[in-house]
């Protein structure tokens, strides 16, 4: 079995699990489980390379110059149009184009967080969102999504704001209900904290159409309402793009474009406009179903080996969309950090529960990634993992 011991000694090292999941890429034999990485082979490289030309070449002043903070004009025209419903108004005073969804997190702690603030946020949550609010030190409120919570506004109140990833959360992979959406929603409307609705895997369903968004059941014309909503061309089209964006009341997009002044003072300008000609041209509509036919099959693939492989270790429902499944161990003696590290030496890396819990102490599950790997690799995953579980309880 190949073993990484330069990768193992760097984890020990750096103890960072999210620069060790990117790093896992580059080690040879490695199954990589562990990231939210999509396929490469999805990326639509000679549209996008048409596309980038054609941008410098016909709009070198947006391509090539410093657009405006908040995002090219055409760009939030064109996102403010795709979002806007017969009950939901949206301008360009709504949009802020971000460097990504990230940002927009980053941006939104940036506004609204001073020491200690209270969050109210699904948990577990998106390591990304933890990292990008740890250095303002805010406190952690759980919500759970998965039942119908007796008090929300109780939960929500006094709160800076509230935190949700409604489709196919990371690293749940779980869908929130029509009726806890708008139970969110009217909760939200009722207490005056905002609403963040982190939308990334908005477009991947599976099994059945979507579920309206927070952002449509608020409604508004012009829109006002307590959702900020963040998007991402990352999982549609490609990450490397950067493009992002929120959408949100019009003083909020003031607040948060001051914030970006300071933190990158502009998204590129060449991601930017083949981000416009993408939507102009309706490439993400034409990219679409390959995606989910690919990842449908994948997260099939996960499951079945999961069935064969990790039944008696692990117990997990089977997500209708997104990119994760999450297992938590049967065996409360199975600890989850240990078992990353030990996955390692077999030669499978998968994201342990403790990171994606404000507290760390969740150490009894993990996230598996089903869109990066081929079903044979996500087979020899699996079994390496199951492996990996035994030699961790000790049989
Ligand atoms: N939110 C969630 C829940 C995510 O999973 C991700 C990507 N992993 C993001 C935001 C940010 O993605 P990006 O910056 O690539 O748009």
């Given at each position: 079995m190949p073993s990484p011991p330069p990768f193992a000694r760097w984890l020990d090292e750096t103890n960072d699990v999210t620069q060790v999941f990117l790093a896992a890429?580059?080690?040879?034999?490695l199954v990589n489980l562990a990231g939210g990485l999509p396929e490469p082979a999805l990326w639509p490289v000679d549209a996008l390379a048409d596309l980038a030309a054609r941008a410098v070449r016909e709009h070198p002043k947006e391509a090539l110059g410093y657009p405006p903070i908040d995002g090219l004009p055409a760009l939030r025209d064109a996102i403010a149009a795709r979002f806007s419903t017969v009950d939901l108004r949206l301008g360009r005073e709504n949009v802020l184009i971000t460097t990504g969804g990230m940002q927009g997190l980053e941006l939104i702690g940036k506004v609204l967080l001073d020491e200690g603030d209270v969050i109210a946020a699904q948990t577990p949550a998106y390591l990304g969102a933890l990292d990008a609010w740890r250095p303002r030190g805010p406190r952690y409120r759980p919500v759970r999504m998965e039942e119908e919570a007796p008090d929300l506004p109780y939960l929500m109140r006094g709160a800076k704001f509230t935190y949700t990833v409604p489709n196919f959360s990371n690293p749940t992979g779980r869908l929130v209900s029509v009726a806890r959406r708008q139970a969110l929603v009217k909760a939200a409307q009722e207490t005056g904290v905002w609403l963040v609705e982190d939308d990334p895997y908005g477009a991947l369903y599976y099994d059945c159409g979507p579920l309206p968004r927070m952002l449509d059941l608020c409604g508004g014309a012009p829109y006002a309402g307590p959702v900020i909503y963040l998007g991402t061309l990352s999982k549609e089209l490609a990450p490397g793009l950067r493009v992002g964006w929120v959408i949100a009341a019009p003083e909020m997009i003031a607040a948060l474009t001051t914030a970006k002044q300071g933190s990158d003072m502009c998204t590129s300008g060449l991601s930017q406009q083949v981000a416009c000609m993408a939507f102009e041209t309706g490439l993400c509509e034409q990219v679409l179903p390959d995606i989910l036919s690919l990842y449908r099959a994948r997260r099939d693939a996960l499951c079945a080996a999961m069935a064969e492989h990790l039944d008696a270790l692990f117990e997990w429902e089977v997500p209708t969309g997104g990119m994760f499944v999450w297992a938590r161990a049967r065996d409360a003696r199975l600890d989850t950090d240990l078992l990353m590290r030990e996955g390692l030496a077999h030669g499978v890396c998968v994201s342990p529960s403790s990171v994606f819990d404000p507290e760390g102490r969740d150490r009894a599950a993990v996230r598996i990634n089903f869109t990066l790997n081929p079903p044979d690799s996500l087979a020899e995953g699996v079994r390496r993992l199951a492996a990996a579980s035994r030699a961790v309880l000790g049989r």
């Amino acid at each position: 079995m190949p073993s990484p011991p330069p990768f193992a000694r760097w984890l020990d090292e750096t103890n960072d699990v999210t620069q060790v999941f990117l790093a896992a890429g580059q080690v040879p034999d490695l199954v990589n489980l562990a990231g939210g990485l999509p396929e490469p082979a999805l990326w639509p490289v000679d549209a996008l390379a048409d596309l980038a030309a054609r941008a410098v070449r016909e709009h070198p002043k947006e391509a090539l110059g410093y657009p405006p903070i908040d995002g090219l004009p055409a760009l939030r025209d064109a996102i403010a149009a795709r979002f806007s419903t017969v009950d939901l108004r949206l301008g360009r005073e709504n949009v802020l184009i971000t460097t990504g969804g990230m940002q927009g997190l980053e941006l939104i702690g940036k506004v609204l967080l001073d020491e200690g603030d209270v969050i109210a946020a699904q948990t577990p949550a998106y390591l990304g969102a933890l990292d990008a609010w740890r250095p303002r030190g805010p406190r952690y409120r759980p919500v759970r999504m998965e039942e119908e919570a007796p008090d929300l506004p109780y939960l929500m109140r006094g709160a800076k704001f509230t935190y949700t990833v409604p489709n196919f959360s990371n690293p749940t992979g779980r869908l929130v209900s029509v009726a806890r959406r708008q139970a969110l929603v009217k909760a939200a409307q009722e207490t005056g904290v905002w609403l963040v609705e982190d939308d990334p895997y908005g477009a991947l369903y599976y099994d059945c159409g979507p579920l309206p968004r927070m952002l449509d059941l608020c409604g508004g014309a012009p829109y006002a309402g307590p959702v900020i909503y963040l998007g991402t061309l990352s999982k549609e089209l490609a990450p490397g793009l950067r493009v992002g964006w929120v959408i949100a009341a019009p003083e909020m997009i003031a607040a948060l474009t001051t914030a970006k002044q300071g933190s990158d003072m502009c998204t590129s300008g060449l991601s930017q406009q083949v981000a416009c000609m993408a939507f102009e041209t309706g490439l993400c509509e034409q990219v679409l179903p390959d995606i989910l036919s690919l990842y449908r099959a994948r997260r099939d693939a996960l499951c079945a080996a999961m069935a064969e492989h990790l039944d008696a270790l692990f117990e997990w429902e089977v997500p209708t969309g997104g990119m994760f499944v999450w297992a938590r161990a049967r065996d409360a003696r199975l600890d989850t950090d240990l078992l990353m590290r030990e996955g390692l030496a077999h030669g499978v890396c998968v994201s342990p529960s403790s990171v994606f819990d404000p507290e760390g102490r969740d150490r009894a599950a993990v996230r598996i990634n089903f869109t990066l790997n081929p079903p044979d690799s996500l087979a020899e995953g699996v079994r390496r993992l199951a492996a990996a579980s035994r030699a961790v309880l000790g049989r």
